[in-house]
């Protein structure tokens, strides 16, 4: 049987949403996710994001699939994108403007803005190796621009979890970096047990990164919601930026902040319906 899906973007991060809310199991397996996901021989997206019953006394769930099936615990341009879909889902039942979603990596609250944004509470970031999860410190050391070999080259890495692994590398031009050669290769590296997003930045000033990305599962996409906010910490732990930046990316800009006040995230950023249809 067709089963009704929107496709929506998060500055060209592409999703297919589905509205799951009759029950806690996805309607597609993973199998189908990756079909789905095809560009040439389905609809096309970088994930397929499920919005199910809240759990725990949240209002809603999300479960996404990458394109290549696997599942991450975290998606920041997909929770903006599930948001917005909500807000159609309920229609003129709508009550509020700010959700709480049940994530595998805890509960995260996005909130519509006034001016069509969605600005997201993406919760506190995690620093330690265990919860990163990665070999490359013992346990109560953080890894702030250590050295890992990649591709035949030392590349200072700094790693932060938001929920979902990130290794990020300070360069000088973030464009002569050849990620579709490197990008599978971090991925991939025996110090990231469960594989790794990779975030690639160039500093323009204290407040304004240019970021390019390889994702776990996904490869390059042309923007991550949580590497955006992994980078901003790599950068504020590294010395090299403010707590507050605009982050550039291939598909447009997201604005975060690491508050003083209560350690958590936000990101604010746009969410677009592109079309529906039915599979
Ligand atoms: N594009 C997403 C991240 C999606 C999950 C990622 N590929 C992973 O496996 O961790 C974002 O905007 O955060």
Redesign the pocket.
């Known amino acids: 049987m067709a089963i009704e899906f929107t496709k929506y973007h998060g500055l060209g ?1 592409d999703f297919i949403l589905i509205d799951n809310r009759s029950s806690l199991t996805p309607v597609l397996t993973p199998e189908k996710a990756v079909q789905w996901c095809d560009r040439h021989f389905g609809i096309g997206a ?2 397929v994001i499920f919005a199910l019953p809240g759990q725990n006394g949240t209002d809603y769930t999300m479960r996404i699939f ?1 394109s290549d099936g ?1 599942e ?1 615990e ?5 929770i903006r994108c599930l948001a917005v879909f909500l807000t159609e889902l309920e229609g003129i039942a709508r009550t509020k403007d700010k959700y709480s979603i049940h994530t595998l990596a805890g509960v995260i609250v996005p909130q519509l803005t006034d001016d069509g944004q969605v600005k997201v509470d993406m919760g506190e970031p995690r620093l330690l190796p265990g919860e990163i999860p990665t070999s490359l410190a013992s346990s109560q050391f953080q890894v702030i621009n250590h050295p890992l070999e990649v591709a035949g080259k030392i590349w200072d890495v700094t790693c932060v979890s938001m929920g ?1 692994p990130h290794c990020i590398i300070f360069v000088e031009d973030v464009a002569a970096i050849n990620l579709e050669s490197i990008g599978s290769q971090f991925e991939n590296h025996p110090v990231f047990p469960k594989k790794t ?1 990779t975030e690639f930045i160039e500093v323009v000033n204290r407040n304004y990164l240019k970021m390019r990305v390889w ?4 490869g390059i ?1 042309l ?5 955006a906010c992994a980078s901003l910490v790599a950068g504020v732990l590294n010395d090299l930026c403010d707590r507050h930046a605009i982050i550039e990316l291939p598909g447009g800009s997201l604005e975060i902040e690491w508050s003083e006040v209560d350690n958590r995230i936000y990101m604010t950023g746009p969410a677009e319906r592109v079309f529906t249809g039915k599979y």
């Open positions: 991060n970088d994930g990458n696997s991450p975290m998606c920041g341009n997909g979902n997003n994702e776990r599962g996904a996409t923007a991550c919601g949580t590497g």
